[in-house]
């Protein structure tokens, strides 16, 4: 074990000494901690709507969604009639979906997770990777600055070594009451990929939330997912087999 | 006279004409059939890769083959396949594809799922000649699909199990079906084993909500070579149908590059081997004509102009190169029409050629290019060459020359 010489200890000193008080208010793992659970709370369930236009056109998707913690979240189409029943469940770093047609309840092989999730620009690992963003990215704070008598902090998250994730860097902007203002998508060369913007911010459940995000790839203009929440509650009870199989295939 | 002359003066001296000759000789019949053999591998390695699934060449909306999505449809594909119209061109079929998810039960794999006409699909690819277990799709199928041996074994599929397919349609619904898997192929290339599944082009177009389009049109031809020979042709039909036209080369780069690279490591070789032999050749000729020197003195006091003289030694040289040319092209193209006719079977190399597509044998191409470059650039590089000893010759001066050893 290294052992703590007096010098280390007079370097440590004089380092904390120099750090303004304020940098521990500001720990960007702890602002981005901060938005999440603005976002999903322990629990949440919410009702939804997409919009996705595309080269070819537009379509308009309703959804119901439950999240409990990190890592479990269900996710419901109710219309239209086309899409409705059809179903994703993510359990841990495990993706199910369920297909009316089929009737059958598919694991998502790993191959599959950067596949569009129901013709979107999100991707299926969008949904089951969101956590990831704090546990294998190292952040730091690029800049704070201010807008609209808020202050707003831009953090740069670059993946921890030798965990294999998808993006080269995020860039995540989160305003000081928690709500998530932005997210960027950059590939291994530093080049923008995509971004996810907040459109619209109101109050819903007695909280500040980001109602309206607009995702869109820097590739396809012209060419977006929206998603809009029309009404949520938070920290609600949920039932136990609410994550399950079982319930993805045969709702309760 | 100065040609009869040569000639006469080739066979004054037999054996070392003779072993020129031989060498010669056997320096353009080696370059003949390597360089037939060498152009011959490349062409059933173009037929093999290309043929098994791509085909020779292939219609595609602009923009595909960067980003080969399923809402990118050619405008009139059925325009696309008069190309069958164009000389060299023998079929032309149809296809969609998009990525899916394959499961059976509880397992999963992601794949390349392709819409083929069954009645078409046949005559542009060979894919349906490596079914292994049942048989390919045939017209008249419905809801039914075929993959490769490497995905039957991760899903744990046999013939007559229903495969369950979910992918993203052209609209970007879901697009979920239920197939019933009729046949299982092995092409000896794992990722296509693993990673390609085909179903019949009407019941992809249903899944995939797509009407009556497609992505690309296939092409094939019963020479290679007469496919590459039409590109002019089918591009200008493509442009006529707002589409873009592919070449073998545009299809799979990368059997180019390894062509080229192959290629250019053998021009190497044939370099090497020519300057060799062209060298070897001329100091020897070289040789005679400097202990010729007395007699060309004679000449000289005889009243022969040194120019008469010298071109009638380059004469000589242009007649042992030919000659020497001539024999080892007429042998090493009879070696290589025979090979060509057996073909020649590497047993142990069956496993890299599959690779490559080249199942079972490979046959040399005896073309005109490969007959004459080689030997051609021999001869060429002597008869240049010559003109050092016909420099030689004109230096000299009748009195010391008849004196000379």
Redo the contacts between chains.
């Keep these: 074990m290294p052992k703590i010489t007096r010098r280390d200890m007079l370097a440590l000193s004089a380092a904390a000494a120099l750090l303004p008080s304020a940098a521990w208010a500001q720990d960007p793992t702890a602002i981005l901690r901060g938005a999440f659970d603005n976002w999903k709370a322990e629990s949440s369930h919410a009702v939804m709507e997409m919009t996705i236009r595309t080269a070819t056109g537009t379509r308009n998707l309703e959804m119901e969604s439950w999240t409990l913690g990190d890592d479990k979240a269900l996710v419901r189409f109710t219309a239209p009639a086309r899409d409705a029943g059809n179903a994703t469940l993510q359990d841990g770093r495990r993706t199910y979906v369920f297909n009316p047609r089929l009737n059958q309840v598919i694991q998502l092989p790993a191959s599959a997770m950067q596949q569009s999730w129901m013709g979107s620009d999100f991707s299926y690992d969008d949904l089951a990777k969101t956590e990831t963003l704090i546990t294998d990215y190292t952040h730091t704070l690029l800049q704070t600055k201010s807008s609209g008598g808020h202050r707003v902090y831009v953090i740069q998250s670059v993946p921890k070594r030798g965990v294999p994730v998808v993006w080269g860097a995020q860039v995540v902007s989160v305003r000081d009451d928690y709500v998530l203002l932005g997210q960027q998508f950059y590939d291994q060369n530093g080049k923008l990929v995509r971004e996810m913007v907040t459109d619209r911010i109101s109050t819903l459940a007695g909280r500040p939330y980001p109602v309206q995000l607009t995702m869109s790839s820097v590739d396809t203009p012209g060419q977006w997912t929206r998603i809009v929440t029309k009404s949520a509650e938070f920290d609600v009870s949920l039932p136990s087999y609410m994550f399950t199989r079982s319930n993805l295939q045969n709702p309760r | 006279m100065l040609a009869s002359l040569a000639w006469r003066n080739i066979w004054r001296q037999p054996v070392r004409s003779i072993l020129s000759l031989i060498g010669l000789a056997f320096t353009s019949l080696l370059l003949v059939f390597m360089l037939s053999f060498q152009l011959g591998t490349y062409d059933t390695m173009k037929v093999g890769a290309l043929g098994l699934f791509d085909g020779f060449g292939q219609f595609q909306p602009e923009g595909y083959d960067d980003d080969p999505d399923i ?1 990118r449809l050619l405008p009139d594909w059925k325009a696309l396949l008069g190309a069958t119209e164009i000389e060299g061109i023998s079929a032309a079929a149809p296809r969609a594809s998009s ?1 899916a ?1 394959m ?1 059976k039960d ?1 397992t ?3 794949a390349a799922v392709i819409g083929v006409d069954p009645a078409l699909e046949p005559a542009v690819s060979t894919l349906h000649s490596t079914i292994k277990e049942g048989r390919y799709l045939a017209p008249g199928d419905d809801a039914t699909i075929v993959i490769g041996e490497g995905l039957a074994r991760n899903l744990g599929l046999g013939i007559g199990d229903t495969v ?1 397919m ?1 992918g ?7 697009a ?3 197939l019933e898997l009729v046949g299982i192929f092995s092409t000896g290339i794992s990722a296509v084993d693993r990673q390609i599944t085909q179903m019949p082009l009407a019941r992809f177009q249903e899944t995939y909500n797509m009407g009556d389009t497609v992505n690309v049109v296939a092409l094939r031809g019963l020479d290679f070579n007469d496919v590459v020979a039409a590109e002019a042709d089918l591009r200008a039909l493509a442009a006529d149908n707002g589409s873009v036209y592919l070449r073998w080369d545009e299809l799979q780069p990368e059997l180019r590059q390894m062509i080229t690279l192959d290629l250019s490591t053998a021009m190497m070789m044939y370099a090497i081997m020519v300057v060799v032999v062209v060298f070897i050749l001329l100091n020897t000729l070289y040789m005679s004509v400097l202990e010729r020197t007395r007699e060309f003195g004679g000449l000289l006091a005889i009243g022969m102009r040194p120019r008469q003289i010298g071109a009638m030694v380059w004469l000589e040289l242009i007649f042992l190169s030919l000659l020497g040319a001539a024999i080892g092209i007429a042998i090493g193209a009879g070696i290589t029409l025979w090979v060509e006719s057996v073909g020649i079977a590497y047993p142990d190399m069956d496993e890299i050629m599959r690779q490559w597509g080249m199942a079972g044998r490979v046959y040399p191409n005896l073309s005109l290019l490969s007959a004459v470059a080689g030997p051609g650039v021999i001869v060429f590089a002597i008869v240049v060459l010559g003109i050092i000893p016909y420099r030689h010759i004109l230096g000299l001066e009748p009195v010391s020359a008849m004196g000379a050893a």
Excluded: R
């Design positions: 809402s990525f998810i499961a509880e999963s794999f992601g369950i979910l993203t349609g052209n609209d970007g619904a879901v979920a079906d239920v």
